[in-house]
C-alpha cells in the first residue's frame, strides 16, 4: 500500500526540502492537450485524476463522441497510469425527461464505462459521488440513484470495473442518505478498492460538503476502518493544488501534518494486516 498526494507547489517544496515523501502524486488536467511537465515525475508516479474538462469524466454523461482518445491515450500512457477514476454521477443536465429512473441511470453509466474500456487499455475506477439535498439542487445538480451502492456495486460487477474510494464524498453521500457512515461504506465494494481519496469535508447551514480541508480526528478514524476492509494500491491526500482554486487551502503544514498521520496508518496497517 503506497501514500499519493495531490501535486502543489507547497507539496513540492516539502519534498525538495525531505519533510516528506510519498510515491504518488495526482493531478488533474484543465484541457486534454496540455502538457505536463517533465519535473512532475521526479517527485512521484502521476496519478492522473481528471484527463482535461474537454473530456466528459461522469459516467452519466452522453457526450463522448467528439472525445479525442489518442490525445488521452497518450497522457495516460505519458504517466504510466495503471488505472484511471471515473465519477460515477449523473447530473439533472445530462438528461431531457421529467424524471431519471435507476435502471435509466444504470444504462447510461454502462454505456459511458465500456466506450472508456474499449477507448483504453488502462483499468477504469469509478469513484463514489457526494449527495445531499445541497447537491440535488445546485451545480451540478446531482441525481440520487448516482450514490445508491446497489448501483456502485452493480456497475463494478457487470462492467468489470474497480472502485476509487472517496471518504469524504462518502461522508457527504451518507449524511444525504440519513445513514451512518460505517453503514453505508460497508454497504460498497470495498474489496474492489484500488485507490482511496482522504479529505476533509465542512458541515454549512445547508449540510455536510465536500470542501477539500484538512482532515480532523473523525476523517482519520474513517480512513482506518476503511483500510481495515479494503486493501488499496494507494492512499491519496487530496488536499493541495496549483492555481487560485485551491490557494487558500494548500497550507504547506497541513499537507506535512496529514502526509505524516497518512504515513502511521498505512504502516500500521500494512504491519498489522
Not at 471515473?86 to 443536465?93: D, F, G, V
Amino acid at each position: 500500500m503506497k501514500v499519493g498526494c495531490n501535486l502543489s507547489a507547497e507539496l513540492m517544496e516539502l519534498i525538495d526540502e525531505k519533510k516528506v515523501s510519498v510515491d504518488y502524486v495526482k493531478i488533474a488536467l484543465l484541457k486534454s492537450d496540455d502538457e505536463i511537465p517533465e519535473k512532475y515525475k521526479s517527485y512521484g508516479k502521476i496519478l492522473l485524476h481528471g484527463v482535461g474538462m474537454d473530456v466528459p469524466q461522469h459516467t452519466g454523461s452522453n457526450k463522448l463522441s467528439s472525445v479525442n482518445w489518442n490525445q488521452v491515450r497518450e497522457k495516460v500512457e505519458f504517466c504510466n497510469s495503471s488505472f484511471i477514476g471515473l465519477h460515477c454521477a449523473t447530473y439533472q443536465s445530462d438528461w431531457d425527461v421529467p424524471e431519471v429512473t435507476f435502471d435509466m441511470a444504470k444504462e447510461r453509466m454502462g454505456h459511458f464505462l465500456n466506450v472508456w474500456k474499449v477507448n483504453l487499455d488502462t483499468e477504469i475506477l469509478i469513484e463514489n459521488a457526494p449527495y445531499t439535498s445541497y447537491y440535488e439542487t445546485n451545480s451540478p445538480k446531482n441525481i440520487k440513484h448516482s450514490v445508491s451502492p446497489k448501483l456502485i456495486n452493480e456497475l463494478c460487477g457487470e462492467y468489470g470495473v474497480g472502485l476509487l474510494l472517496d471518504i469524504a464524498h462518502a461522508k457527504v453521500a451518507a449524511s444525504g442518505l440519513g445513514l451512518p457512515i460505517k453503514e453505508y461504506l460497508s454497504a460498497l465494494p470495498l474489496e474492489l478498492v484500488k485507490e482511496v481519496h482522504a479529505v476533509g469535508t465542512r458541515t454549512t447551514d445547508d449540510g455536510l460538503r465536500d470542501g477539500h480541508l484538512e482532515m480532523t480526528e473523525d476523517d482519520y478514524e474513517i480512513l482506518e476502518f476503511a483500510l481495515g476492509i479494503a486493501n488499496p494500491e494507494v492512499v491519496t491526500l487530496e488536499y493541495g493544488g496549483f492555481g487560485e482554486h485551491f490557494s487558500w487551502r494548500s497550507d504547506k503544514n497541513a499537507i506535512e501534518r496529514q502526509l505524516k498521520r497518512i504515513n502511521e496508518i498505512v504502516c500500521r496497517r500494512i504491519k498489522f494486516g
